[in-house]
């Protein structure tokens, strides 16, 4: 026996249900942008990898992509992040776009990471931009759409929080306290890691840029001060914003979140299950100069991405999910033999045409075994249309989780069925 081909390291299968449960998710993603207002946008899966070394940073295009060069010899990436493909698309169309832009999208991205838990090669990935607004109002809304989805799905404050802060706020205090313009950058890198080094190895790398141990000191004492936003007016109105928009609950101010990607540059969040069990959920932040990079006129704007593997696994922990037969399809019409095979095609044709979810079988068998076959996958409603329900008429109705049967008229079937699958 020939060995077995496995799939690429990093990526995953979705069987029916897994596939069940992502579609949930995307219907709950759908709902959660819509109800903002935002509209559904995609782009290419591959990319000249320029535009990622235009936007993104060093470390993205070097580390974390998967660039090839194709048959013409031009370097390509499959997608890594979709900003800089935003930045593209609206830089191309600047002149004929009307701003502020709401715009969402999910779908798949590729990083060559170490897979390990919340962490895969393959992702799918929700994207949430407002483009065209320098306001803190465009900041509080983007931050109440991911919040507004953790409700739509279940997740309460105790669970899932939003970590906010700002990157002219970090900006204003490392000045203050002597770190130099060249050093503010991978002082931001560092603090964007700091819960990711061991303590005296992020120490000693905050001394190789030449600061002080005064400095350091002060560094340690501003990551530890949580009323730090206070000293920040749009933190301020960012805060008030929230509260009026209802979500104050869901977020909190944290001066460790920087966010290591090189185009924010103002407001800049998070989102952590509260266990701290997982990595960050979420991430986002305000950008200033979003197409200018790519040709464009600048542009500001605020964004933020999450990808299915956390989330999942954070809506697993809490018994968030949809049960195992959502999604299934919740009907199944029986043939009952030969003579009765036009009629059972029929009924299916006619319940479909209303809207319902309709299974028949692939070939006759006894009707018991289709019977079996139908419970085992997670149908709801069995209809058996024999050669006397044929001649009255009529229809058998089995739900097969109660096991309750009724006899309903043919004409009323897709009524019935409507009605009772609402209630039970």
């Not at 869901?250 to 460790?256: D, G, H, T």
Request: hydrophobic residues 45%; proline residues 4%.
């Amino acid at each position: 026996m020939s060995q077995m081909i496995r799939s690429v390291k990093g990526t995953r299968d979705f069987y029916p249900e897994e596939m069940a449960s992502r579609q949930w998710l995307i219907d709950s993603l759908r709902l959660t942008s819509q109800s903002f207002g935002f509209q559904a946008y995609d782009g290419p899966c591959l990319e000249a990898v320029d535009l990622y070394a235009a936007k993104s940073g060093e470390e993205l295009v070097k580390e974390q992509a998967f660039v090839f060069p194709d048959r013409g010899g031009e370097l390509i990436t499959l997608r890594p992040e979709l900003t800089p493909t935003l930045a593209r698309m609206v830089a191309q169309k600047q002149n004929e776009l009307v701003f502020p832009l709401r715009w969402w999208s999910f779908g798949p991205f590729w990083r060559y990471e170490r897979p390990q838990k919340g962490r895969t090669r393959e992702f799918f990935q929700w994207n949430v931009d407002l483009i065209g607004s320098d306001s803190v109002l465009a900041d509080a809304e983007l931050i109440a759409v991911a919040a507004s989805f953790f409700r739509q799905v279940g997740l309460n404050p105790d669970q899932v929080q939003i970590l906010v802060n700002d990157r002219r706020l970090m900006d204003a205090v490392m000045q203050s306290i002597g770190v130099q313009p060249d050093q503010k950058a991978e002082m931001l890198h560092l603090m964007d890691r700091l819960d990711k080094l061991p303590a005296e190895v992020w120490d000693e790398k905050v001394r190789a840029l030449g600061l002080s141990p005064m400095q350091l000191s002060e560094i340690h004492a501003i990551l530890s001060d949580n009323n730090l936003w206070e000293r920040s007016n749009d933190l301020r109105a960012l805060f008030e914003a929230l509260e009026g928009l209802g979500v104050q609950d869901f977020v909190r101010f944290s001066p460790k979140i920087i966010r290591g990607l090189d185009y924010y540059t103002g407001t800049v969040f998070e989102a952590h299950e509260t266990s701290g069990e997982f990595r960050a959920v979420l991430g986002g932040g305000h950008y200033a100069n979003l197409v200018s990079d790519v040709g464009g006129r600048p542009l500001p704007g605020v964004g933020f991405a999450m990808g299915d593997v956390v989330i999942m696994l954070v809506l697993q922990k809490y018994g968030l999910l949809p049960q195992s037969d959502w999604g299934n399809p919740r009907i199944f019409v029986s043939v009952f033999d030969e003579s009765t095979l036009a009629a059972s095609l029929g009924l299916a044709n006619e319940l479909r045409q209303a809207g319902l979810e309709v299974l028949i079988p692939a070939e006759i068998e006894k009707l018991a075994k289709q019977l079996k076959f139908a419970d085992r996958i997670g149908v709801r409603m069995a209809i058996v249309l024999g050669p006397d329900e044929i001649s009255q008429g009529r229809v058998t109705i089995k739900d097969l989780k109660s096991g309750v049967q009724d006899s309903v008229s043919r004409g009323a079937t897709a009524t019935w069925l409507k009605a009772h699958l609402a209630e039970r």
